[in-house]
């Protein structure tokens, strides 16, 4: 399967550390694992931004999520994680996440997130205000 381009440049990388526990009877990282590697550089990508997700105030929610795999990972490879907001509306956004080998490049997932504006004091959607609309636009270095 030919791995698609991406359609901007990704400005955020999280390394992340495999565990003996991630390697499934394959000898390669367990696909569930994957979901974990990105969650987790979700979270540094919008602490990057500023965000803290407190679950008193207005935040991010995912609604949907989509993933491709491409190659397996294994235990000894260098893995990273690259996060990028794809694109943005009045109450969601678009982020795509590429779990690769740090060293040759080689994709071994590309995931599509998207996320809702949510009160969770008042449990409903909610718009993604402007300050979030122009910390995001100036982090990832274009208009979105």
Known sequence: MNVPQPTFTFRHRTPVQLRFLDIDPMGHVNNSIYFQLMDLAKVKYFTALGGV???????????????NFYSPAYLEE???????IESIGDK???????VVNATTGDVKCICHTIMAGFDPVNVRSV???DE????ISEYEGRTL
């Open 92 to 98: 969601s956004l678009r982020l795509e996440q590429r």
């Open 127 to 129: 718009p993604i205000s």
């Open 53 to 67: 997700f407190d679950g008193k105030a207005e935040s991010l929610v995912i609604v949907n999520i989509t993933c």
């Open 132 to 135: 979030w609309h122009s910390k």
């Open 78 to 84: 260098p893995i990273e994680v690259l996060t990028g």
